[in-house]
């Protein structure tokens, strides 16, 4: 209507004017309801044409969009596992810093396994001083039985002295049950170190696998026991937090919460542009909102970025193939904004409905000098018109609270 109402006054009021004074014709005489059309034919024509010309410069230049939302992201408040609440620590609406308490779910089961697993690895410090009280008496017996190996090797040594130099005097059974005595404890001198060995084996090798072994499995019981404390991930709002005690959360079954994290979809507006307009829309391009939640308020944007994909072209492979006539909605352009004053729209709460118009600018190009007469006409009437629509979302922000609160009664 408003443009209509621009470009009659370009062309039905000359044409009007022209008929009333230039020919004489007057109201309720030449010109009536029945003949209006006929005596202003040409005025309305043009004014139906340049009407039509300039909706569609204004809405493919200037582009607009009642699609423009702060999307927001959610934490659901989820334990690791199941359990049931035996303490509750935040309340519903409450803002929480990252890791503060948010409730706490029965423990017995993983405070026994912790104990039994500190249990099991005292028993093996135990096992570890016993085992060198071991290796210090294997280490006697092998000296004990060094010293036998020693001393009967010394007797067979010189009973072989006396037998070379008086055979009459040592029997050669004498010198046999000496070689065999000496291997004998030679024999046990190779048990005794063996013995040794196999304990400092456990000392060195066994035991401390075994306490590594019980450590992890500690490790992984006090993992378990800190599964049962709940703890905010992020600072945030809790929100739809309607926990008691005696109630059992689950990831499955029952989640707590929403954690709303801070700074989240604040400032930061995604906006859905006809597809038609993906050739003049930029970054960086000028833009203007008015949301639903900020009545009579006008915030200036910059179009920060262009998402390079339509979102209803997404698939997922399936066992069947995508046929594009069961995709009906042609989809939107992804622009996403920001304010260009930080700031401004802070106190927009993150989710809010909103309408934006993004602008052409041409000023470099008309200043450059390289347009030709019809081109620098054309782009300066371009960004003229660009007022139209910044009037038109001004008239709409006027009319948010009477068209909420007076007609339609919500």
Not at 144 to 161: C, H, P, S, V, Y
Not at 222 to 249: C, M, N, P
Request: hydrophobic share 45%; charged share 20%; proline share 5%.
């Amino acid at each position: 209507m408003l443009e209509f109402l621009l470009c009659s006054v370009f062309t039905i009021l000359p044409d009007y004017l022209y008929r009333l004074y230039a020919q004489g014709k007057r109201w309720g005489k030449e010109l009536t309801t029945f003949s209006i059309w006929y005596e202003l034919r040409r005025g309305i024509t043009a004014c139906l044409i340049l009407t039509v010309g300039l909706l569609t410069a204004i809405f493919y230049y200037h582009p607009t969009t009642t699609n423009v939302t702060s999307y927001f992201r959610t934490v659901t408040i989820l334990p690791e596992k199941g359990g049931r609440v035996v303490e509750v620590l935040a309340r519903n609406n409450q803002r929480v810093e990252a890791g503060d308490v948010l409730f706490r779910l029965d423990d017995t089961r993983e405070t026994v396994a912790v104990k039994e697993a500190r249990l099991r690895l005292a028993e093996i410090d135990a096992s570890l001083v016993v085992a060198r009280q071991d290796l210090a008496a294997a280490e006697g017996v092998v000296r004990t039985a060094e010293g036998q190996m020693e001393e009967i090797r010394d007797q067979l040594t010189r009973k072989n002295d006396i037998f070379k130099r008086n055979p009459a005097v040592v029997s050669a059974a004498e010198i046999e049950r000496l070689e065999n005595l000496l291997e004998s404890r030679r024999g046990k001198v190779v048990a005794a170190m063996s013995n040794r060995d196999a304990v400092l084996a456990r000392l060195e090798v066994l035991l401390p696998a075994q306490r590594a072994s019980a450590g992890a499995t500690l490790d992984l019981a006090e993992v378990e026991l800190s599964k049962t404390v709940i703890r905010a991930g992020v600072s945030g709002i809790v929100e739809q937090f309607a926990l008691e005690t005696g109630d059992y959360v689950s990831a499955i079954l029952r989640p707590a919460g929403i954690l709303v994290p801070d700074d989240s979809g604040v400032e930061e507006f995604y906006a859905g542009f006809n597809q038609i307009t993906a050739q003049v829309i930029k970054p960086d391009m000028l833009a203007e909102i008015t949301c639903f939640s900020k009545p009579f308020a006008i915030i200036p944007m910059r179009v920060s970025e262009v998402q390079n994909v339509i979102a209803t072209g997404q698939f997922r492979p399936t066992d069947q193939l995508v046929d594009p006539q069961d995709r009906p909605r042609p989809g939107t352009l992804m622009v996403i904004m920001e304010p260009l004053y930080p700031g401004q729209a802070k106190d927009i709460p993150p989710g809010s409905k909103c309408i934006a118009n993004a602008y052409t600018n041409n000023h470099d190009l008309i200043a450059s000098g390289n347009l030709s007469a019809g081109a620098y006409l054309y782009y300066h009437a371009v960004d003229a018109v660009g007022i139209v629509h910044a009037l038109i979302l001004r008239i709409q922000a006027l009319m948010f609270p009477i068209q909420t609160l007076v007609l339609t009664g919500h």
